[in-house]
């Protein structure tokens, strides 16, 4: 008989990334996992390449370099920032230090996938707080939801896959009404695409001295998905238990490389920052000019909303058809909407192009239709 894993571990669903080919297309539009389509720093790149000399050697186990390029380019302290193999590395031990059976884990309604994921995998209890009716983090439906059990409160902001965010004081209400025994994480995966006066990332509730921690990931604007390199920032007593609790050399020397560069190229994030806000805007316009529901997005991807699941399906299959590849909600509790990333120039005319010719299949309006 094969061992038997601890309770509430095969009740877990794999998570599943965005498809990544698609037969019978070469270079099919890849706007299902929120890439950057600009690719990296080039001095990134270069870091990355230069690393091929050292490879028996192990990292630098306390992430040193990174971690003082990145207190440089945020204006952060060194010293309570943690290193990980991605943020989902650094999500995932946050659940294990501080939650188990019988503790709760909470998060919004359509919020990220790896919460309840890791919650569930720790034998914590995830806990849903139902969102706005604009797919927004709800603070009050949030906080009624917060036991003495409550361990951890979850929120992607702005979130994958809605793209809402909370501005600063919605969050520091959010943080204010917690017990002092629950810890804030703030994953702030996408926060170099919002360009919001009222948004903040997180890092001054940390510096203010809040039970918050911050997560920051370089898989998105800095385009390093394939190297797995996530950061978080927080109290003093959270980076030592992080430190407790992480392999001993979690991240890939060629990993560390490469991203003391990218953090360092502003310029880089600048551009793709332009780029993306950009080609979000216009695709937006197009789209909803074609007759289609296009959600507004603080992030590097939009929710397309159709009148049911059904026809959600019919548009991401004839999206397929037509060499572009995007991604139903249904897991995120949203069937009738896709994801779509913001990609090339080249990716969003084509996905324009097939949206619109979509559209008109259905026999929905368009022309006098504005977003
Ligand atoms: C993409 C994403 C991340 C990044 O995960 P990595 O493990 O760093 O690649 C984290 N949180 C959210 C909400 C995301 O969408």
């Known amino acids: 008989?094969?061992?038997?894993?601890?309770?509430?571990?095969?009740?877990?669903?794999?998570?599943?990334?965005?498809?990544?080919?698609?037969?019978?297309?070469?270079?099919?539009?890849?706007?299902?996992?929120?890439?950057?389509?600009?690719?990296?720093?080039?001095?990134?790149?270069?870091?990355?390449?230069?690393?091929?000399?050292?490879?028996?050697?192990?990292?630098?186990?306390?992430?040193?370099?990174?971690?003082?390029?990145i207190a440089s380019a945020h204006g952060l302290d060194a010293d309570r920032i943690v290193c990980g193999a991605g943020s989902d590395e650094l999500i995932a031990l946050l659940v294990?230090?501080?939650?188990?059976?019988?503790?709760?884990?909470?998060?919004?309604?359509?919020?990220?996938?790896?919460?309840?994921?890791?919650?569930?995998?720790?034998?914590?209890?995830?806990?849903?707080?139902?969102?706005?009716?604009?797919?927004?983090?709800?603070?009050?439906?949030?906080?009624?939801?917060?036991?003495?059990?409550?361990?951890?409160?979850?929120?992607?902001?702005?979130?994958?896959?809605?793209?809402?965010?909370?501005?600063?004081?919605?969050?520091?209400?959010?943080?204010?009404?917690?017990?002092?025994?629950?810890?804030?994480v703030i994953d702030a995966a996408y926060a170099e695409y919002v360009d919001e006066p009222a948004y903040s990332p997180g890092a001054d509730l940390v510096d203010a001295g809040g039970q918050v921690v911050m997560t920051r990931t370089f898989s998105k604007i800095h385009a390093l998905a394939a190297l797995r390199l996530g950061w978080l920032y927080g109290p003093r007593e959270v980076v030592d238990v992080m430190n407790r609790v992480r392999g001993p050399f979690n991240v890939a020397k060629p990993a560390l490389a490469a991203g003391e560069a990218a953090v360092l190229d502003r310029e880089h994030v600048a551009r793709s920052l332009e780029h993306n806000n950009r080609w979000r805007d216009w695709f937006r316009q197009q789209v909803g000019g074609a007759g289609l529901e296009v959600l507004p997005s603080a992030a590097n991807f939009v929710l397309v909303r159709f009148a049911d699941p059904e026809m959600a399906e019919a548009a991401v299959a004839h999206c397929k058809r037509h060499g572009v590849l995007t991604r139903q909600m249904a897991k995120y509790g949203l069937p009738d909407c896709l994801r779509v990333s913001i990609g090339a120039e080249w990716e969003m005319r084509q996905a324009a192009d097939v949206f619109a010719e979509f559209a008109r299949q259905q026999g929905l309006g368009g022309a006098e239709h504005t977003a």
């Open 1 to 69: 008989m094969a061992p038997t894993p601890r309770p509430g571990i095969l009740d877990i669903e794999p998570y599943v990334g965005g498809e990544a080919s698609l037969p019978g297309f070469d270079r099919p539009a890849r706007l299902a996992s929120n890439e950057n389509a600009l690719g990296p720093s080039d001095k990134a790149r270069q870091a990355y390449l230069q690393m091929a000399d050292d490879l028996p050697r192990y990292p630098d186990g306390s992430a040193s370099a990174l971690r003082a390029a």
């Open 96 to 184: 294990r230090a501080y939650a188990g059976p019988g503790d709760e884990v909470l998060y919004s309604r359509h919020g990220f996938l790896m919460y309840p994921i890791a919650a569930t995998t720790a034998g914590a209890t995830p806990v849903a707080a139902p969102e706005t009716t604009e797919l927004k983090a709800d603070v009050d439906a949030l906080l009624a939801r917060v036991t003495e059990r409550t361990k951890l409160v979850f929120l992607a902001n702005p979130n994958n896959p809605t793209g809402t965010y909370l501005d600063k004081a919605e969050l520091e209400r959010l943080h204010n009404g917690l017990p002092e025994g629950t810890l804030l």
